[in-house]
């Protein structure tokens, strides 16, 4: 549960510093940094909206950092917010009314937007990996990955993406990506058992890599990337390494959204 | 018209420096030093006695100041490239040295040579010189290394990573620094302008090297590419107008445009795209085209016609000797006052001594300043070119490549062995050791250990398990079984740090094969039981391995190894008969095994019926001898080259019965 490694995921990646992004919001680059390292409490909801803005986001998705709404069921910080939000302003009946309209109208029901297991397949999760150290797990990710030839090319994008900004977004989740290497976004999910020791943002240590590779640029890597960092939940984590089969973890994943 | 004639200028010049460099490669030599020499070849001192003519039509004198400008824009470029080339984290943990091995090769050919311009002055400076401006002159050109030519030098032979090549560059890139200071401070003072801004110029030298390390750096850190790894071009049209107003401060300054370009290089962060981009964006413009200009343009205003009487060749040749004393005694004493070995000593006072390009850079400078004469200027070149010339035959004599070569592996192993993926990759004694079997782990283990004891290569212990283990049907996944454990006590009996790594597979040849690759392990493992070599050719997944594997693999009939004594090598005719004398050599220099040379392909018996178990293989060209008769069965190790993945062929390798 570490909100500030997956902001600093996406701010990184959107090749925002700190500062800049600070005062798209207006904040500090001091207090940014602080809730990236996890020393101040997660951003309220209006800043992660604002956050969510500058990235091109829809803030749903930050929002759903906050309150992990990875495990199935469970209402995300967002739809709690609004429930809140209705609470405080006393909204009888009819303005309720007006506003389940707007929901209505501005977003029709359609085919949900696909979700990370969309981009897996069962060849590309690897359950019961052992490794003596984590670039070995992020190797075995890029074999996958590309498994004809350049598999070495990514590994080393990948590890070099990790040298700069270490991907780890807590809940013992490591999240190597790589804007190319694949026309159309694609992972592999590699789960480790027994976890492995790495330098985290909550001192968990490793269980899952999650590579995914043919990103593109801007809001839509961005929008997998923060997908992504939504499975960083102590809960479906320990559902994925106590799967005993593919389909197991491939059925949590479809539940987590 | 003025563009037509730049282009053949420069037309002319990369001819000469190729064809001289073909002739030159074959001698032995830098590059560089046929781009000198051409340079010296077109200008007065050859073309123009063979053909004053064809020399005027070709560099007409109004045309040197355009040809002048382009070569030191070069040389801005070259010296930016030079920077971003130079690998700051070689300075770590060998500090001490390379200090003193700069200082001592500053000080003392400094010291030698304002002493030898004490009977210089008479003849050889220009009117109106004071003692003390040429003193120190000639002070700063004798203690000059050339960074770049040493890094050429470097690169060319490969030794760029070696210790000894990284110590006699960091020392150089230290010295440079220091003598662009001390150069500055003589030109203060030879134009004149006394003591005081020579300590002004001083002052914001280091002030402007704290801006670019703590302002500009920082900065740089944040352009880097983002997301992907494409750079901009943008980013790039940005980094060079940094470069040039660094080079251009530093030329206002007072301490040459070429400082602020280097500095520049040095800063950009390594850790990400932008700096590998960079340098394959210019290297080959920079160093192929632009850098020869620079050449010329000094060989053009070399005279040695000059030169004319014993006299001045006596002076020559006094000033080499002052030179080759002053640069290679004071490093070389240096370095082994500061503990290295004496070969690596000689070493790095013979690579210290190369002046090349810098010296070609000063003598420019003093020339223009009128502290050195014409004629002073041409013996100080044949100086630089001496110097330079004498580097690589002495180094081969000192420290010959194949040593080198060994050195770096060494260095590389450490390197990747401490940090990183990051790295390019050296092949080092890494191995893969392929386990399925608890029973034969063991004597893999031994194997591995015996391949990597000296030199601690990396091994991964790779287990591949059934994709199958994972169905819905499993109650559990059952580690009672599993190899590694088996792995791992051995390996830890024998003290051997490996890394663990399984995973399940479909496909295990194949993602054993993938695995080597994206490991580079120029040694892949694997163990068979005797019934596997039943057939007439090895088979399954072992089948994939030798067709694919971009590594030698070994094949270990497993009769029981332990610890490795002796290696019994049966020499095959077959194509990979070179592999596996390679590797009896290798765990032999790795572990101190004995290897006994077996008889030939004599077709004699192999004990213990091994002779029906490797039978088969004589087909497609496996031989065998008679194998080391003492007690205790034999393990065999059939060695398939990475070069020939066809046919096999094997030496007996006896691994020390297990008594």
Same mark, same amino acid.
């Given at each position: 549960m570490h909100v500030g490694a997956s902001l600093r995921l996406l701010r990184t990646e959107a090749g925002l510093s700190l500062k800049t992004l600070g005062q798209a919001?207006?904040?500090?680059?001091?207090?940014?940094?602080?809730?990236?390292?996890?020393?101040?409490?997660?951003?309220?909801?209006?800043?992660?909206?604002?956050?969510?803005?500058?990235? $091109?986001?829809?803030?749903?998705?930050?929002?759903?950092?906050?309150?992990?709404?990875?495990?199935?069921?469970?209402?995300?910080?967002?739809?709690?917010?609004?429930?809140?939000?209705?609470?405080?302003?006393?909204?009888?009946?009819?303005?309720?009314?007006?506003?389940?309209?707007?929901?209505?109208?501005?977003?029709?029901?359609?085919?949900?937007?696909?979700?990370?297991? $969309?981009?897996?397949?069962?060849?590309?999760?690897?359950?019961?990996?052992?490794?003596?150290?984590?670039?070995?797990?992020?190797?075995?990710?890029?074999?996958?990955?590309?498994?004809?030839?350049?598999?070495?090319?990514?590994?080393?994008?990948?590890?070099?993406?990790?040298?700069?900004?270490?991907?780890?977004?807590?809940?013992?989740?490591l999240l190597p990506h790589a804007a190319g290497f694949a026309p159309s976004p694609t992972a592999c999910l590699v789960l480790l058992d027994p976890p492995c020791d790495a330098a985290t943002p909550d001192d968990a240590p490793i269980r899952a890599v999650l590579a995914v590779i043919g990103l593109g640029e801007g809001a839509p890597a961005l929008s997998w990337l923060a997908r992504a960092a939504r499975l960083a939940d102590p809960e479906l984590i320990a559902q994925f390494t106590a799967a005993r089969s593919v389909s197991e973890v491939m059925g949590s994943l479809a539940g987590a959204g | 018209m003025h563009v037509v004639q730049l282009l053949c200028q420069i037309g002319a010049i990369l001819l000469a420096g190729r064809l001289l460099g073909r002739l030159m490669r074959r001698l032995g030599q830098p590059t560089v030093i046929a781009e000198i020499l051409a340079g010296i070849l077109l200008g007065p001192s050859l073309l123009g006695v063979i053909s004053p003519g064809a020399l005027d039509a070709l560099f007409p004198a109004a045309s040197l100041p355009v040809l002048g400008m382009t070569a030191q824009l070069g040389l801005v470029f070259f010296m930016f490239l030079v920077g971003l080339e130079f690998d700051p984290s070689l300075l770590r943990g060998q500090g001490r040295s390379s200090v003193a091995i700069s200082n001592a090769g500053i000080i003392v050919p400094f010291v030698l040579g304002a002493i030898a311009s004490i009977p210089l002055h008479a003849t050889l400076a220009p009117a109106g010189v004071s003692r003390i401006a040429f003193g120190l002159f000639l002070g700063a050109a004798m203690s000059v290394t050339a960074f770049p030519v040493l890094a050429r030098i470097l690169a060319e032979r490969r030794l760029i990573r070696t210790r000894v090549g990284a110590l006699a560059l960091a020392a150089a890139a230290v010295d440079d620094v220091t003598a662009w200071c001390m150069l500055a401070f003589v030109v203060a003072v030879a134009g004149a302008a006394g003591v005081g801004p020579a300590l002004q110029t001083t002052g914001l030298a280091i002030v402007y090297v704290l801006v670019m390390w703590k302002v500009v750096r920082p900065m740089l850190a944040r352009i880097g590419p983002r997301g992907g790894l494409a750079v901009s071009s943008d980013t790039i049209a940005f980094v060079f107008l940094v470069l040039l107003a660094s080079a251009a401060v530093t030329e206002w300054i007072g301490i040459h445009a070429l400082f602020?370009?280097? #500095?520049?290089?040095? /800063?950009?962060?390594?850790? &990400?795209?932008?700096?590998?981009?960079?340098?394959?964006?210019?290297?080959?413009?920079?160093?192929?085209?632009?850098?020869?200009?620079?050449?010329?343009?000094?060989?053009? &205003?070399?005279?040695?016609?000059?030169?004319?009487?014993?006299?001045?060749?006596?002076?020559? #040749?006094?000033?080499?000797?002052?030179?080759?004393?002053?640069?290679?005694?004071?490093?070389?004493?240096?370095?082994?006052?500061?503990? #290295?070995?004496?070969?690596?000593?000689?070493?790095?006072?013979?690579?210290?001594?190369?002046?090349?390009?810098?010296?070609?850079?000063?003598?420019?400078?003093?020339?223009? #300043?009128?502290?050195?004469?014409?004629?002073?200027?041409?013996?100080?070149?044949?100086?630089?070119?001496?110097?330079?010339?004498?580097?690589?035959?002495?180094?081969?004599? /000192?420290?010959?490549?194949?040593?080198?070569?060994?050195?770096?592996?060494?260095?590389?192993?450490?390197?990747?062995?401490?940090?990183?993926?990051?790295?390019?990759?050296?092949?080092?004694?890494?191995?893969?050791?392929?386990?399925?079997?608890?029973?034969?782990?063991?004597?893999?283990?031994?194997?591995?250990?015996?391949?990597?004891?000296?030199?601690?290569?990396?091994?991964?212990?790779?287990?591949?398990?059934?994709?199958?283990?994972?169905?819905?049907?499993?109650?559990?996944?059952?580690?009672?079984?599993?190899?590694?454990?088996?792995?791992?006590?051995?390996?830890?009996?024998?003290?051997?740090?490996?890394?663990?790594?399984?995973?399940?597979?479909?496909?295990?040849?194949?993602?054993?094969? &993938?695995?080597?690759?994206?490991?580079?392990?120029?040694?892949?493992?694997?163990?068979?039981?005797?019934?596997?070599?039943?057939?007439?050719?090895?088979?399954?997944?072992?089948?994939?391995?030798?067709?694919?594997?971009?590594?030698?693999?070994?094949?270990?009939?497993?009769?029981?190894?332990?610890?490795?004594?002796?290696?019994?090598?049966?020499?095959?005719?077959?194509?990979?008969?070179?592999?596996?004398e390679r590797l009896a050599a290798r765990f032999a220099a790795e572990s101190g095994v004995e290897v006994v040379p077996l008889a030939d392909a004599t077709g004699r018996e192999a004990p213990d019926g091994l002779d029906l178990i490797v039978a088969p293989f004589a087909a497609s060209g496996l031989v065998w001898g008679s194998a080391i008769p003492e007690g205790g069965a034999t393990s065999w190790l059939l060695v398939y080259g990475s070069e020939a993945h066809r046919a096999a062929v094997a030496p007996a390798a006896d691994l020390g019965a297990t008594g």
């Open positions: 919001i207006g904040v500090s680059a001091a207090y940014l940094s602080r809730v990236e390292n996890g020393h101040d409490p997660a951003p309220t909801a209006d800043r992660l909206c604002a956050i969510a803005r500058v990235f $091109g986001l829809p803030s749903e998705l930050l929002l759903d950092l906050t309150g992990r709404a990875a495990v199935p069921g469970a209402p995300s910080l967002a739809s709690r917010t609004l429930l809140q939000e209705v609470a405080r302003r006393r909204l009888g009946p009819a303005q309720i009314g007006r506003v389940l309209d707007f929901i209505a109208r501005e977003f029709p029901e359609g085919p949900a937007a696909p979700g990370i297991a $969309g981009l897996l397949t069962p060849d590309r999760v690897m359950l019961g990996v052992r490794v003596g150290r984590l670039e070995d797990a992020v190797d075995l990710a890029a074999m996958r990955l590309v498994p004809d030839g350049g598999s070495e090319a990514l590994a080393q994008a990948l590890h070099a993406r990790e040298y700069v900004f270490p991907s780890a977004v807590g809940a013992g989740l | 602020g370009a280097f #500095l520049l290089g040095a /800063i950009i962060p390594r850790d &990400r795209g932008l700096h590998t981009v960079l340098v394959e964006k210019i290297e080959d413009f920079v160093t192929i085209v632009l850098l020869p200009l620079f050449f010329a343009y000094s060989g053009l &205003r070399t005279q040695i016609g000059l030169l004319d009487d014993p006299t001045a060749w006596w002076t020559t #040749l006094g000033i080499i000797t002052v030179a080759c004393v002053g640069k290679f005694g004071g490093t070389a004493a240096a370095a082994r006052l500061t503990g #290295l070995d004496l070969r690596s000593s000689a070493a790095i006072g013979v690579l210290m001594n190369t002046r090349g390009l810098m010296e070609l850079v000063v003598l420019n400078i003093g020339l223009d #300043l009128g502290v050195i004469s014409t004629e002073l200027f041409a013996m100080m070149v044949i100086m630089a070119l001496v110097t330079t010339w004498i580097t690589s035959p002495l180094l081969e004599r /000192i420290f010959p490549a194949a040593k080198m070569a060994e050195e770096a592996a060494l260095d590389s192993a450490a390197r990747t062995a401490a940090a990183a993926t990051l790295l390019p990759l050296e092949p080092v004694p890494a191995v893969l050791v392929c386990v399925s079997d608890p029973g034969i782990a063991p004597a893999l283990v031994h194997l591995a250990d015996a391949w990597t004891r000296r030199t601690k290569g990396a091994v991964w212990a790779l287990h591949l398990s059934p994709t199958a283990r994972f169905s819905e049907s499993m109650q559990g996944i059952d580690r009672d079984e599993d190899p590694l454990q088996a792995v791992a006590a051995t390996a830890a009996a024998v003290g051997l740090a490996l890394d663990p790594l399984s995973f399940p597979s479909a496909t295990p040849g194949d993602d054993i094969v &993938r695995v080597a690759r994206l490991k580079r392990v120029p040694l892949v493992l694997i163990g068979v039981h005797r019934s596997a070599l039943l057939g007439e050719t090895l088979g399954g997944a072992t089948g994939i391995i030798l067709r694919d594997a971009p590594a030698d693999v070994g094949v270990l009939i497993d009769r029981g190894l332990g610890a490795l004594r002796r290696v019994g090598l049966i020499r095959g005719t077959g194509p990979h008969a070179d592999a596996a």
